[in-house]
């Protein structure tokens, strides 16, 4: 995520009286105390950007906006096709830059100012998907921030699975600008999730449904997504790309809390006697992987039952790492081979220090016949 926002340095002279310099001095911190008195004092007044509204209202509030405050990227630069996903922290839409397409994120603000610290998801964009390190990251091109929001850019990936699904669209966000003189009326389509995982997952049981009467989906392109591993996008071919670093940070760091709260692991739950803010994301990440896992070779396409009852609050820690030798509580999967279950109940250990890490699971003979 080459950075196209310009910025000024200011330099002062030095006084060659040194009372001068004193008295200067004083009078600087002063103006600065004052500054940043005002400057947080309005902070503080500041009412947040979207408050109030749910995410779709947020999106297309974010779209205008963006088009009013970055006419020269989003109109000279950009074509801008449509809309393809948004959620809480931002919107994506699909562009193209002369004949290549792309994907644009805004990420929302929740004050307007024009030089704010910049997202660690951008960071993270820039130092892994600017080059080679991975086939499997969302290649980086450029970012930028205006009052209102962040935008980064990047490749489109994906295909759009939920088109010949019947799946509903809404409505466009339709609006007027004048730009360079030019008054421009933009309609811009929605389609929401169509390239993500759950939306290839969707149609390809729809499609299976259709044709054996059965919704479990095969498992070479299950075996496929999984090694190569809501955030994993598909494209043709069953090729993968990760998307959207906005809670991410280095693992030296410890979490406190997991993101999506369905596949979350078990440590973090209330009674978990591990420290918050110590535990290693990497191993949540495997448990979130095997429940992804789990959801792509059940029939339904669910998360385990139990976590209805974990989310409720009805089953802890305890509950869980007392039962069937640590275990997660699965529910059955039709026609999985031992090898599978194997890697699920390896993935999905109720104990994180009892979990398998991402290299065991790469290296699993589930695997054995996946070349990606």
Same mark, same amino acid.
């Given at each position: 995520?080459?950075?196209?926002?310009?910025?000024?340095?200011?330099?002062?002279?030095?006084?060659?009286?040194?009372?001068?310099?004193?008295?200067?001095?004083?009078?600087?911190?002063?103006?600065?105390?004052?500054?940043?008195?005002?400057?947080?004092?309005?902070?503080?007044?500041?009412?947040?950007?979207?408050?109030?509204?749910?995410?779709?209202?947020?999106?297309?509030?974010?779209?205008?906006?963006?088009?009013?405050?970055?006419?020269?990227?989003?109109?000279?630069?950009?074509?801008?096709?449509?809309?393809?996903?948004?959620?809480?922290?931002?919107?994506?839409?699909?562009?193209?830059?002369?004949?290549?397409?792309?994907?644009?994120?805004?990420?929302?603000?929740?004050?307007?100012?024009?030089?704010?610290?910049?997202?660690?998801?951008?960071?993270?964009?820039?130092?892994?998907?600017?080059?080679?390190?991975?086939?499997?990251?969302?290649?980086?091109?450029?970012?930028?921030?205006?009052?209102?929001?962040?935008?980064?850019?990047?490749?489109?990936?994906?295909?759009?699975?939920?088109?010949?699904?019947?799946?509903?669209?809404?409505?466009?966000?339709?609006?007027?600008?004048?730009?360079?003189?030019?008054?421009?009326?933009?309609?811009?389509?929605?389609?929401?999730?169509?390239?993500?995982?759950?939306?290839?997952?969707?149609?390809?049981?729809?499609?299976?449904?259709?044709?054996?009467?059965?919704?479990?989906?095969?498992?070479?392109?299950?075996?496929?997504?999984?090694?190569?591993?809501?955030?994993?996008?598909?494209?043709?071919?069953?090729?993968?790309?990760?998307?959207?670093?906005?809670?991410?940070?280095?693992?030296?760091?410890?979490?406190?809390?997991?993101?999506?709260?369905?596949?979350?692991?078990?440590?973090?739950?209330?009674?978990?006697?591990?420290?918050?803010?110590?535990?290693? &994301?990497?191993?949540?990440?495997?448990?979130?992987?095997?429940?992804?896992?789990?959801?792509?070779?059940?029939?339904?396409?669910?998360?385990?039952?139990?976590?209805?009852?974990?989310?409720?609050?009805?089953?802890?820690?305890?509950?869980?790492?007392?039962?069937?030798?640590?275990?997660?509580?699965?529910?059955?999967?039709?026609?999985?081979?031992?090898? &599978?279950?194997?890697?699920?109940?390896?993935?999905?250990?109720?104990?994180?220090?009892?979990?398998?890490?991402?290299?065991?699971?790469?290296?699993?003979?589930?695997?054995?016949?996946?070349?990606?």
């Amino acid at each position: 995520m080459f950075s196209t926002t310009n910025t000024a340095s200011v330099s002062s002279s030095s006084s060659s009286s040194s009372k001068h310099s004193s008295t200067s001095s004083a009078n600087s911190v002063t103006k600065t105390t004052t500054a940043a008195a005002t400057t947080t004092s309005a902070d503080k007044n500041q009412k947040p950007l979207y408050s109030g509204l749910n995410s779709e209202a947020m999106a297309r509030m974010a779209v205008y906006s963006a088009f009013t405050q970055s006419p020269n990227q989003l109109i000279s630069k950009y074509k801008v096709q449509k809309i393809i996903g948004f959620g809480s922290n931002g919107v994506v839409l699909a562009a193209f830059f002369n004949a290549t397409p792309v994907a644009i994120k805004i990420i929302y603000k929740s004050k307007t100012s024009t030089n704010a610290p910049v997202p660690a998801e951008i960071d993270i964009l820039k130092q892994f998907g600017s080059n080679s390190a991975s086939t499997h990251l969302l290649q980086y091109i450029e970012d930028w921030q205006d009052q209102s929001a962040f935008y980064v850019v990047t490749e489109l990936h994906g295909a759009d699975w939920l088109k010949n699904t019947g799946s509903s669209t809404l409505r466009p966000v339709t609006f007027g600008l004048t730009h360079n003189n030019v008054f421009l009326r933009l309609s811009l389509p929605i389609s929401t999730g169509s390239s993500d995982l759950w939306a290839w997952s969707y149609a390809h049981r729809a499609h299976m449904y259709a044709t054996t009467g059965s919704p479990i989906l095969p498992l070479e392109p299950v075996k496929k997504i999984v090694k190569q591993i809501e955030n994993i996008l598909v494209g043709q071919n069953t090729s993968v790309r990760l998307a959207d670093f906005g809670h991410a940070k280095h693992a030296s760091l410890g979490i406190k809390h997991y993101g999506t709260l369905e596949v979350s692991a078990p440590e973090f739950l209330p009674d978990s006697h591990f420290v918050s803010g110590e535990l290693d &994301g990497r191993a949540a990440d495997v448990f979130a992987l095997g429940i992804v896992l789990f959801s792509l070779v059940n029939a339904t396409g669910e998360v385990p039952s139990v976590v209805r009852q974990v989310l409720a609050g009805q089953v802890g820690y305890a509950a869980l790492v007392s039962c069937d030798f640590g275990e997660y509580p699965l529910d059955e999967v039709p026609d999985l081979d031992e090898d &599978g279950w194997d890697l699920l109940f390896a993935m999905t250990r109720v104990d994180p220090t009892t979990r398998v890490s991402i290299t065991q699971v790469l290296a699993h003979p589930f695997f054995a016949d996946v070349v990606v």
